[in-house]
């Protein structure tokens, strides 16, 4: 089985500034979809950000990006230019390819502070 | 992009009752979708995935028949939580699996259980 940890429980950063987020997963899997998604207080799940693991280029979204690194299974998400919208918690999930497999693992989650 | 909605949005109810949470994909055909859990300040469990037509499939530990779903159509999936306790308050999330095109999934706004 799938799982993904996400070893920092609250990171703050100031606005304007960079902050990057920790996710690491394990999978017996060659290919598969990872994903940042951002839960504001509101509890609605946002997708942030999305990457195939055949995909050797590292998607980015405006102000965010990710570093994949799939031999280290390491997937961390960055936000540039910080703003106090972006304050939420942010979870990193896997999902597997194939048609059985298309729910999501989730990871414990990331509680995003964004000072003014 | 694609909607998912859920009703009701938050309920309250006695002890020994039972609760139903609507969960429609409202511009797409989904034929499968997930219900998660969600305990404050943790993360998304998945709880059952729901495929129309068919019995749905529980996660382990989840019990079948205190938490009946049902997924009549390609648009609706019913949870019912029956004869609740306060255990079982809890924030639940459902998400639709778009049958065409890339099987994206969505995810609803959640619904807030509180049993009295």
């Known amino acids: 089985a799938q799982t993904v940890t996400q070893s920092q429980p609250e990171m703050s950063v100031q606005e304007a500034e960079t902050v990057t987020l920790s996710c690491t997963y394990d999978?017996?899997?060659?290919?598969?979809?990872l994903f940042w998604y951002k839960q504001p207080p509101s509890r609605q799940m946002i997708l942030v950000i999305r990457?195939?693991?055949?995909?050797?280029q590292n998607a980015t979204e405006n102000r965010f990006s990710v570093n994949f690194q799939k031999a280290a299974k390491s997937f961390s998400l960055k936000i540039s230019d910080s703003q106090l919208g972006d304050a939420a918690m942010y979870f990193c999930?896997?999902?597997?390819?194939?048609?059985?497999?298309?729910?999501?693992?989730f990871g414990p989650g990331t509680r995003l502070s964004v000072l003014p | 992009g694609a909607v998912v909605s859920q009703h009701p949005s938050r309920v309250i109810c006695k002890s020994g009752t039972s609760v139903k949470i609507e969960c429609r994909s409202l511009?797409?055909?989904?034929?499968?979708m997930f219900w998660y859990r969600q305990f404050p300040k943790q993360s998304l469990m998945l709880m059952a995935t729901?495929?129309?037509?068919?019995?749905?499939?529980?996660e382990q530990g989840v019990e079948k028949d205190k938490f009946l779903i049902n997924h009549a159509s390609l648009t609706l999936s019913t949870l019912t939580v029956t004869s609740a306790h306060p255990e079982d308050s809890s924030f639940y999330i459902c998400?639709?699996?778009?049958?065409?095109?890339?099987?994206?999934?969505?995810f609803g706004p959640g619904t807030r259980l509180t049993v009295l």
């Open positions: 998400s639709a699996r778009d049958a065409s095109g890339y099987n994206e999934q969505f």
């Open positions: 999978t017996s899997e060659s290919d598969y979809y």
């Open positions: 990457q195939e693991a055949y995909k050797q």
């Open positions: 999930a896997y999902r597997s390819l194939d048609n059985y497999g298309q729910n999501f693992v």
């Open positions: 511009d797409f055909q989904a034929t499968t």
């Open positions: 729901s495929n129309e037509g068919s019995k749905a499939t529980y």
